[in-house]
């Protein structure tokens, strides 16, 4: 059955220093987002890409963040200088088309800022 | 404003003892109810997604029902298996779709 994967599983950064997430999106889907959880609070949405753009921002997703699809299978979130705050589990999600609405989940990244 | 609310926020039940877990929403234009199941350091694994009221879906222990205002998640027998927490999500209308989370039942099964 086909999945959504993320790399690395756990990330431990210094805070000031450069992180980049990675997310392989089920095959054929177009609708990618990251969404990010910090413990003990819900699921929060942070972006959603298509069509090669940047599609909805969250207020969270300031300067600090961007997003890039490199290639045609991996789905990249870069936080470029990295705050305690940021530290959370991030998750990518896809979505196949425009009239499917089901989002299927990674197994995300714990990302620790020490 | 578009929000979910699920409740209880935790729930406690001995194996074999059935219960409902609940979820509230308000949105305009429901394009979707989605019930996920989460466990400790895991990304939510996709359960069930409902359209429209007096829709139902089950699979296995779970089953889940859907009105004009909210949605059930029912466990009968449950299992130790079972224990997780349960997320509710709607998708806010517009261009992206991007999901609205409630914040989740968490789920203990005791042997």
């Known amino acids: 059955e086909p999945e959504v994967t993320q790399t690395p599983s756990h990330q431990v950064t210094q805070m000031g220093q450069e992180v980049i997430l990675r997310c392989v999106p089920i095959?054929?889907?177009?609708?990618f987002y990251w969404y990010r959880q910090i413990l003990g609070q819900k699921v929060e949405f942070l972006v959603s890409?298509?069509?090669?753009?940047?599609?909805?921002k969250s207020e969270i997703f300031d300067d600090q963040f961007s997003v890039e699809r490199p290639d045609g299978s991996n789905f990249t979130l870069k936080i470029r200088s990295t705050k305690l705050e940021d530290s959370a589990m991030y998750f990518c999600?896809?979505?196949?088309?425009?009239?499917?609405?089901?989002?299927?989940f990674g197994p995300g990244t714990r990302l620790t800022v020490t | 404003e578009d929000q979910v609310t699920q409740s209880p926020e935790a729930l406690r039940l001995q194996e074999g003892e059935s219960s409902s877990l609940n979820c509230s929403y308000t949105v305009s234009g429901l394009r979707g109810l989605f019930w996920y199941r989460q466990d400790p350091g895991k990304g939510p694994e996709f359960l069930f997604t409902?359209?429209?009221a007096g829709e139902e879906k089950e699979k296995e222990r779970l089953k889940a029902t859907l009105t004009k205002k909210e949605s059930f998640l029912h466990i009968t027998a449950p299992k130790p298996e079972d224990s997780a927490t349960y997320l509710c999500?709607?998708?806010?209308?517009?261009?992206?779709?991007?999901?609205?989370f409630g914040t989740g039942t968490l789920l203990a099964v005791q042997p």
């Open positions: 999500a709607v998708p806010r209308p517009g261009a992206t779709n991007k999901l609205i």
């Open positions: 890409f298509y069509n090669n753009e940047i599609s909805e």
């Open positions: 999600a896809s979505r196949g088309g425009r009239a499917t609405y089901e989002q299927y």
């Open positions: 095959s054929n889907h177009l609708y």
């Open positions: 409902l359209y429209s």
